[in-house]
């Protein structure tokens, strides 16, 4: 995983976004549900989206420090079901995102 480098702005933390494809058997455990519910509780916006492929697609956006923590709680493990592997992309937020949805 790539850091984000955090950066303090006069109005608060930095908000940035993040896409994991996360890939294991995460489809038909909770994962999702999981994924929203800890997203939630970081106080991020975005999505959790089940691929044809049989992986899961994690779109969050918000404070850099709390989208560092889902990552990561992505990449532990400790999760329904398990992972093989999570690719993560950084961007810039853009938002566009409102709540934090399963699709």
């Given at each position: 995983?790539?850091?984000?480098?955090?950066?303090?702005?006069?109005?608060?933390?930095?908000?940035?976004?993040?896409?994991?494809?996360?890939?294991?058997?995460?489809?038909?455990?909770?994962?999702?549900?999981?994924?929203?519910?800890?997203?939630?509780?970081?106080?991020?916006?975005?999505?959790?989206?089940?691929?044809?492929?049989?992986?899961?697609?994690?779109?969050?956006?918000?404070?850099?420090?709390?989208?560092?923590?889902?990552?990561?709680?992505?990449?532990?493990?400790?999760?329904?079901?398990?992972?093989?592997?999570?690719?993560?992309?950084?961007?810039?937020?853009?938002g566009d995102?409102?709540?934090?949805?399963?699709?």
């Amino acid at each position: 995983m790539s850091e984000v480098p955090i950066k303090q702005a006069a109005a608060g933390p930095t908000v940035v976004r993040f896409t994991a494809r996360v890939v294991g058997r995460v489809q038909g455990v909770g994962f999702r549900d999981y994924v929203r519910t800890r997203g939630r509780r970081l106080g991020l916006v975005g999505t959790a989206t089940n691929m044809p492929d049989g992986a899961v697609v994690v779109i969050a956006e918000g404070a850099a420090p709390a989208c560092q923590n889902l990552a990561r709680l992505l990449m532990t493990g400790h999760t329904p079901g398990w992972t093989d592997r999570v690719e993560v992309v950084w961007q810039r937020a853009q938002g566009d995102l409102a709540d934090f949805r399963r699709k």
